[in-house]
């Protein structure tokens, strides 16, 4: 039984969830995978890069935000996917040994019109550093079941 | 690739195909998106999406992936030609991102990136940006995926 419904998403609602390392590892084992970049994956050559040094990958970033909202609530909930995404800013590089927190804001909430089980929320997520930086935002849609719909 | 001063809104860019296949699925939702339609072919079996499907992120990891192949192509064939390469990157992020239809086992997305809009650097005088609308089509003809992302290119170190 998912302990999140549509209905538990109000507007206004403000979550933080992590805290999470990010490890060179991982920046490394995405960008070569991914993104192979070089200043995703090589020190040296990352510093001769506009990003001033090794720094994950914006596609890592994105994926990272989706790992944090799985763990934080998604899994518990009664997720139905997202549409899309409105819109993602990489505002600062992700180092590696940055310990990563998500905050996540629920902007708005609406039933579905073409399906009575289904409600959407929009959110604001903002990856933050130790120091409270933003290092990218990102407003999204998810889909959730209602829970006067549950089984 | 091509300096900012040479890329024309309207280019187009064939970046190749992509097949998905249950393990990839699997592997990258275990790492990124651990919902149960991601993971388990019985629990996707029973969700709104009948069967297991790729998250998101992966259909555009895969994206990006394709464009740094396509980069690295255009980059040898100009050296190829001896001709100067213009640097790329990084990112500012992107908009407008819909995953109109779930990416199923086994199916060939099409990716294709067209450049829709650019601009000088207000803060980088060396740099101008370009807006490019990507898309991922599948085997039905159906686009899974589009977004537009802005990325900074440098400009001719010969202009005027």
Redesign the interface.
């Known amino acids: 039984m998912p302990k999140y419904y549509w209905e538990d998403f109000k507007p206004g609602a403000v979550a933080i969830y992590g805290p999470r390392l990010v490890t060179r590892e991982e920046i490394v084992a995405f960008a070569a995978e991914f993104d192979p970049q070089p200043m995703h994956l090589d020190e040296a050559a990352a510093s001769a890069t506009l990003l001033g040094g090794l720094a994950a990958s914006g596609w890592h970033v994105s994926s990272l935000i989706m790992r944090m909202m799985a763990d934080g609530f998604i899994v518990d909930s009664s997720s139905m996917g997202g549409p899309g995404v409105e819109e993602m800013r990489w505002l600062m590089p992700l180092r590696p040994g940055t310990q990563i927190r998500l905050r996540a804001t629920v902007l708005e909430s609406r039933p579905s019109k073409s399906r009575p089980e289904m409600g959407l929320a929009k959110f604001r997520y903002e990856m933050l550093d130790d120091a409270d930086n933003a290092i990218a935002t990102m407003v999204a849609t998810a889909m959730f079941g209602r829970r006067e719909s549950a089984p | 690739m091509k300096y900012f001063e040479d890329i024309r809104v309207g280019d187009r860019h064939a970046l190749g195909r992509h097949t998905f296949t249950a393990d990839d699925i699997k592997a990258f939702a275990q ?5 149960p ?1 991601h993971m388990d072919d019985a629990a996707a079996e029973a ?3 009948c069967a297991l499907c790729a ?3 992966h259909t ?3 994206w ?2 394709l464009m ?1 192949a396509h980069r690295r192509r255009e980059i040898e064939a100009a050296q190829a030609r001896g001709e100067p390469v213009a ?1 790329v ?11 109109a239809k ?1 990416v199923y086992v086994n199916d060939t997305i099409d990716y294709a990136s067209e450049v829709i809009e650019k601009r000088v650097s207000e803060s980088r005088p060396g740099l101008g940006l370009m807006s490019v609308l990507s898309t991922g089509v599948n085997q039905n003809g159906e686009t899974v995926i589009s ?1 537009v992302s802005t990325t ?1 290119v440098e400009r001719r170190p010969d202009r005027p």
Not at chain 2, 31 to 35: E, L
Not at chain 2, 89 to 99: E, N, Q, S, T, V
């Open positions: 790492r990124f998106d651990p919902q339609f969700s709104h999406f998250s998101g992120w555009a990891a895969i990006m992936r740094v640097g990157g990084p990112a500012l992020g992107f908009r407008d991102l819909k995953w779930p977004f900074f």
